[in-house]
């Protein structure tokens, strides 16, 4: 077993710090973000990253979704063996954090950095990816440039994806990112993923770095309750069909059935839409979301099971119509262990307290695990926050992340 | 006393089917029309009733604020009287129906026809009267044109009312009503107005006319809850502080307040805007109104504090920050005797079933209520159905409902 290696703090913290004034927000406090796939500030951080890798000396390729690949063959390694893929994202939600997905890229490039100017020599090539379209802040519900690698998105459905009012293929093309050919994640060895956890668990257990055992699953959908638009003044209460207030019950149950289910589900309305919407009027139409998380698939589906009789019982008490719509459903991931093991390993090695954990959130490492062997490590999150400018994760608990990280990764191309 | 007075009920009936054609909607089923003050659909509609005026051979005057008035003085009245004022308003909340506004000004012009061509005479002149923007759903809250004939809006203020683009005055002159002087209310003996009943309780009684007895109040106001955005996967339920579920628990409260309240009132929330509204983010902030309305202003006030402990409760639970805003505060108005005594004498007189009640809706009598003797005579409303196009009030209630008027109009116009 190699001795452990150890990154350049600074260099992670310099490529972060450079990456977050793209798309910069004006915030209260903290630093925060705005990097939607294709826009100008998605395309300043992404020629910032190609500039770090040509500068590190490894391979650019950027494919026809504008997936951004540095390869780097160590000199002794077989160039023809199937690499380590590493990496994450680098577009963010609306308002969002400088952590979530710029992390996993840059820690990605300064483990190649570190290896390579180190004495160690292993079989596989490494080659750090920065995926497009992660957040699924447009053109899709998320995982988009993943999807493409993995073969489960058609390139030309992926290309005419549109956010209204430009496709992915034009958006990419104008930000100097729509490159040729599809990066093919079916010809890796192993896909390796560090990340900002976005929960409290490691800071409430006062842990260093996560060795994540897998992904939970969700199933996400919407309801829309069908009223009738009356006059708030004259109706009486009991002559209404209020599509919002057969809404807010349903919204309350959602947030009420994760209590009864599992001791980590998570139920959550994010959206609301209200016709007509004038203080005056008996809402007539009400759309809202529903999202159930659990590692338990049953769970999921008893979650999704009891907000549709949820709304179909809200909806007979107010007298209004129910529909509803599923809109995505994303089984539990479990990682292999090869990977969790080489984690913990490298926890270990380095002396960080670590601890197993699920993922609460997706991660494009969803859709590796289903080709390859996938490990993830996280990272603390300040008071478990992210998606907002409150995302922070200090500097030396990206340090422990990042060696981590990076030590697995060279355990995993060593084999 | 007079023998009763009988309107012709094609000339009402050709009057709101011709307006029906300004700002016609696409419907399933009804007809509906979406007529906001100053726009060109509300222009069309004020020039075919200042034709009809003029057909009639009434005098017209438009007043600043665009308030249409026709002014008729009987032969041997005293054209120095404090005159009978009766009518309504022609705009229409967006695709409301087509006969709430309409039917009390056609109902009067009506009224004036008949009048004319009869053999009564009496001393007072009557003024046929067209109200600026009733509804409230551009540039005020409601009223407008009322508001400022009774001068408890400043016509300067009124002209500079802004919908967020332009303002009153520029919006009046681009249609063609922005006339000179300002219709001053407080020179009338009485006023009386016809509208549609907007609720179920003529239909449900059987009764062929209401005797309108007054106005409930109402309390509006906003709700905004501060809450923190979040991922909605990996943040644990303990650890959100979500905004929309606050608001939901509390858009519940506002359905049951008014349980133990009264027998008639009401609450209502019409508007809900969330932040930032995104299925995968835990909603970080929560605007949205109540509505409460009752006979008895310390019911009104009694449903607002109860709604802002409600708001203040649901608000700990989730630990989330509220912040409420009191929007509009409006007394209950009771009519005068003289006037739903007229009314009631006048249904009496053509035989048709009558009751009391108070109306649900604010309407522009509230103001001339302050200031004279004031009356109102609801026709039945189909379903109680009012501000879509379901409203409906069959042509024989238009009649019934327009004679009544018309004999209690001149009753005011005798003494």
């Known amino acids: 077993m190699n001795e452990s290696l150890r990154i350049n703090p600074d260099a992670v913290k310099n490529d972060i710090l450079r990456t977050a004034d793209f798309g910069m927000i004006d915030t209260e406090n903290g630093i925060g973000r705005t990097v939607l796939p294709g826009m100008p500030a998605n395309g300043r951080a992404r020629t910032y990253l190609v500039d770090q890798m040509i500068a590190a000396g490894i391979d650019v390729t950027v494919d026809v979704v504008g997936n951004i690949t540095g390869r780097w063959t160590p000199p002794a390694a077989d160039g023809t063996a ?78 005419d994806l549109s956010d209204g009012r430009v496709s992915l293929g034009t958006a990419l093309a104008e930000a100097g990112f729509r490159g040729t050919g599809r990066l093919d994640a079916s010809e890796w060895h192993a896909w390796i993923e560090l990340h900002i956890e976005q929960g409290p668990y490691l800071e409430a257990d006062d842990v260093d770095v996560g060795i994540v055992t897998g992904i939970v699953g969700f199933t996400w959908g919407a309801i829309t309750m069908h009223g009738e638009a009356d006059h708030s003044g004259p109706t009486p209460m009991h002559h209404r069909s209020d599509a919002l207030v057969a809404a807010a019950d349903v919204i309350t149950a959602i947030r009420r059935i994760p209590n009864s289910l599992g001791r980590r589900t998570v139920g959550t309305t994010g959206y609301i839409d209200a016709k007509p919407n004038s203080i005056n009027v008996i809402p007539e139409e009400v759309t809202f979301t529903w999202g159930f998380r659990d590692t338990d698939p049953a769970v999921i589906e008893a979650a999704r099971e009891r907000v549709l009789d949820e709304a179909e019982l809200a909806a007979e008490r107010e007298g209004v119509d129910v529909e509803y719509e599923d809109r995505m459903w994303a089984d539990p991931v479990q990682f292999a262990d090869a990977c969790t093991e080489a984690v913990g390993n490298a926890a270990d090695r380095l002396g960080y307290d670590s601890m197993r954990l699920f993922s609460g959130a997706g991660h494009d490492a969803t859709h590796m695990a289903d080709l390859m062997d996938t490990g993830m490590v996280f990272a603390r999150s300040e008071n478990g926050k992210s998606h907002n400018e409150s995302e922070f994760t200090s500097w030396d608990d990206c340090y422990r992340a990042a060696n981590t990280f990076a030590n697995a990764a060279v355990d995993l191309a060593t084999v």
């Open 82 to 159: 199937a690499p380590v893929a590493a990496g994450s994202h680098l577009d963010s939600v609306p308002k969002g954090g400088i952590f979530d997905g710029p992390l996993g890229v840059y820690a990605a490039l300064e483990a190649v950095r570190t290896i390579k100017d180190s004495p160690l020599s292993f079989n596989r090539p490494i080659e750090v990816v920065c995926f497009t379209g992660e957040e699924g802040t447009r053109f899709a519900d998320g995982v988009l440039g993943s999807s493409v690698a993995a073969g489960e998105l058609s390139v030309e459905d992926a290309l």
